[in-house]
């Protein structure tokens, strides 16, 4: 009964909304492009000596994703087979504790970076970057592996487990009780509120209004009534989500584990067909990739304008480094840390190593990202759009089921992060405030189908990019721990602890 009341209560807010947003449209849409200016001007600052553009923020993921890579020796090589084989169930403990299986909330955390970042984010770095920013995106996926099992590993590490019985953990976990063990409790603090504010508009920027944007943009390719009214796809959107996100993190598993693994196959097997049609070609893309990557041709800021268009968007593709997916990671059901870590490893290469580089073959083999007859939709930012005339290029009916992938992948993604956002808001202000979040997201839901797509990106690249730099102090600071638990877990696998003790290890 509680549930139907709060479900009425959100169409009503809902509904009101929209009137007044159907009225501001230009106000809103501007408002993003001042918002985004006073951003940029603080967190991405160029810290690239001479010509080019390295903003701040995105050479603080590199260099830290680099320097974990080899602080862990290579984990992201490593421990993937045993990282399989924890997902498939084989060391199952009596210690462990949580609300989702490991395999659960892989899938959750999966179902907020495989999604739009694939498809959109992609197109976009290609038509900005050029070809080569696929090379730089793989080369991001695959040290942004460690980052996600060092920040994963950590979320569990310093996950509470609340009197109410949900799991509070994160970042703004590790923050402040990782900052307060070496003695710099109100730093921790302060960086904890921080990281869970920018946590918040990072939900509400590109796990919310950029999903719906760019969702919609490929909609309205296929269903002409959403170009005149697109707020009506808002509403749709805002009562799907509404449905699901009040149910809480075991209703957002579910959905999530439901929805990730056929929305990825089907769209796998879309670029697999393109990819394999086009044989011959492969080579030569590949070719171009390459070669892109580090002598582009028509790139503004040269090879270093590529490799900041291919980070920022891996980035936002696979979260890594972001520190977004320890929220869903420290609800698994795990004994040791260090094993839901190993699981995590697989989300930048399922997300980014492989999804992406697909994608991003397609649009280099059907050439959309340079056509003339694409340029509006690239300079729009329009990336879903663009993808779908890639699509459309080889599989004539293909744009009608990308379409609704699309909106699978852009729902998906939605309630993930508005369980991110919600963690967040209630560490900041409290349980009993967390309904007020999720009724804010929603509104959120209904001003993405009226503000411009180019502006919406601008704002979630910002927010997105900017919780690295809290994350990664923490990730720096608690290294050693992270190590420690390392080498004591490898100890104990080597010496067999775990084989055959699935009640005990």
């Known amino acids: 009964m509680r549930h139907i009341r709060s479900r009425s209560l959100l169409l ?24 985004n200016g006073y951003l940029a001007t603080v967190l991405f600052f160029d810290v690239m000596p001479g010509e080019g553009n390295l903003p ?23 421990m993937m087979g045993h990282a399989f084989r924890v997902l498939r169930g084989k060391y199952r403990s009596a210690g462990d504790k949580g609300e989702v299986t490991p395999f659960q909330a892989l899938t959750t955390a999966l179902s907020a970076t495989v999604g739009l970042g694939n498809i959109a984010g992609v197109a976009i770095a290609v038509s900005i970057g050029g070809p080569g920013a696929t090379f730089w995106m793989i080369v991001a996926g695959f040290f942004g592996m460690t980052s ?3 920040e994963v590993t950590l979320g569990q590490m310093y996950r509470e487990f609340r009197p109410d019985g949900h799991i509070m953990g994160g970042a703004m976990e590790y923050l402040s009780k990782g900052f307060a063990e070496k003695g710099m409790a109100s730093t921790g603090k302060v960086l904890a509120i921080l990281f869970a504010l920018l946590t918040v ?14 969702a919609m943009g490929a909609v309205q390719t296929e269903v002409s009534f959403f170009k005149d009214y697109p707020i009506v796809f808002g509403l749709i959107m805002a009562f799907a989500v509404g449905i699901v996100i009040i149910g809480g993190i075991r209703r957002i598993a579910h959905a999530a584990e439901a929805i990730v693994p056929s929305m990825v196959l089907i769209y796998i097997t879309a670029c697999l067909w393109i990819i394999l049609s086009h044989a011959a070609e492969v080579p030569a893309a590949f070719g171009l990739i390459i070669s892109e990557a580090f002598a582009p041709t028509a790139v503004a800021g040269g090879m270093i304008g590529v490799i900041v268009q291919g980070f920022k968007r891996a980035a936002f593709s696979s979260e890594a480094g972001i520190g977004s997916a320890a929220i869903a990671h420290s609800t698994a059901s795990v004994k040791y840390p260090i094993r839901q870590g190993f699981v995590a490893l697989y989300e930048p290469f399922i997300d980014t190593i492989l999804i992406c580089t697909m994608t991003a073959l397609v649009i280099v083999i059907t050439g959309v990202y340079n056509a003339p007859e694409t340029a509006e939709l690239v300079a729009a930012s329009k990336g879903a759009a663009l993808t779908a005339v890639a699509f459309g290029s080889v599989i004539s009916w293909f744009p009608i ?37 999720r ?5 959120f839901v209904v001003l993405a189908s009226i503000s411009s797509a180019s502006n919406i990106l601008d704002f979630s690249d910002l927010l997105i990019l900017s919780m690295a730099f809290p994350n990664f102090l923490a990730l720096y600071l608690l290294q050693g721990k992270v190590a420690a638990a390392l080498k004591d877990y490898m100890a104990r696998l080597r010496a067999g602890e775990f084989d055959g003790k699935i009640s005990q290890g």
């Open 439 to 443: 009724v804010i997201f929603l509104i």
């Open 401 to 437: 089921v990308l379409s609704v992938s699309v909106v699978l992948f852009a729902y998906s993604t939605m309630i993930s992060w508005s369980y991110y956002g919600e963690r967040c808001w209630t560490y900041v202000f409290g349980e009993r405030f967390s309904m007020v979040f």
């Open 12 to 35: 009503g807010l809902l509904l009101l909304t929209s009137q007044n947003a159907w009225a501001a449209e230009n106000g809103v849409d501007a408002s993003f492009g001042v918002v």
């Open 148 to 150: 996600k099992f060092t």
């Open 201 to 214: 508009g990072g939900a509400l920027g590109a796990g919310n209004l950029f999903q719906v944007s760019q």
């Open 56 to 78: 701040f923020i995105v050479a603080w993921l590199i260099v830290g994703a680099v320097y974990l890579t080899f602080r862990f020796g290579f984990i992201n090589v490593r």
